[in-house]
């Protein structure tokens, strides 16, 4: 029997509905000696995952339902949960949304896009360049996570913030542009999260775009700010 199925059997059994972390921990180390460590109460839940562990963004068998931090309630399999997933990535303070369920089935939130800014990868080295129609740079989701902990994820043009406008939906939601355009590089460089990536919504990168090579977001501010004088 799988740690999860085990920690389940034993809540289901206990006749209570809320535990924290420590009890579900301590429970499984009295009934079967295992690690605490071992014991992940936010992997059960139907409104949290791991993106680490659990990369489709579900466990299709979750029990449990986060109510705060390292407090749970106990609902069992197959329940009719309505409601988002949060995950936080490794080293951030911001919460996104990677899925959602509706009467206990699971649909997956797009993640953002960035036409040919796409950020992938596992390093903060940019420039091999790939054929694809055009020739594009790999880049690194770590990266992007990086320059949104220090900006945060309001638009550095217009200053949209998506999860004041459109809720939890939004939250966590912007495009990243890439400063200095990378097809001009031509060789690999070490890139600054801080300094060569900036948060745009997708209007404005668009707009940054419609020059080539891509106007600098500090003049598209300042085209805006004169057109709204």
């Not at 109460?41 to 659990?54: A, S």
């Not at 509706?102 to 080295?125: A, C, H, M, W």
């Not at 940019?126 to 900006?151: I, M, P, W």
């Not at 707009?207 to 003049?219: F, G, I, K, S, T």
């Amino acid at each position: 029997m799988a740690i999860l199925e085990q920690v389940e059997e034993l809540l289901a059994k206990s006749g209570k509905e809320f535990f924290s972390s420590t009890e579900i921990k301590n429970l499984m180390a009295e009934a079967y000696g295992t690690n605490p460590n071992s014991v992940l109460p936010p992997d059960y839940c139907y409104n949290r995952t791991n993106n680490g562990i659990d990369k489709s963004g579900m466990l299709k068998r979750k029990f449990l339902i986060r109510i705060e931090s390292g407090q749970y309630r106990y609902v069992g399999f197959d329940y009719k949960f309505n409601g988002y997933v949060y995950q936080k990535p490794h080293g951030s303070k911001v919460e996104t949304i990677v899925g959602f369920w509706k009467d206990g089935i699971y649909s997956e939130v797009r993640q953002p896009e960035n036409d040919l800014e796409d950020l992938n990868g596992q390093t903060f080295i940019e420039g091999s360049t790939k054929q694809v129609t055009v020739n594009t740079y790999e880049r690194n989701s770590a990266a992007r996570q990086k320059c949104l902990d220090f900006h945060g994820y309001n638009c550095k043009v217009c200053d949209f913030d998506f999860a004041e406008v459109y809720g939890e939906i939004g939250k966590g939601f912007i495009h990243v542009h890439h400063i200095v355009q990378i097809a001009n590089i031509k060789r690999e460089y070490e890139l600054d999260p801080v300094k060569d990536l900036v948060p745009l919504c997708p209007n404005c990168h668009a707009m940054v775009h419609r020059h080539n090579p891509a106007m600098h977001p500090d003049e598209l501010r300042e085209r805006l700010c004169q057109k709204n004088v």
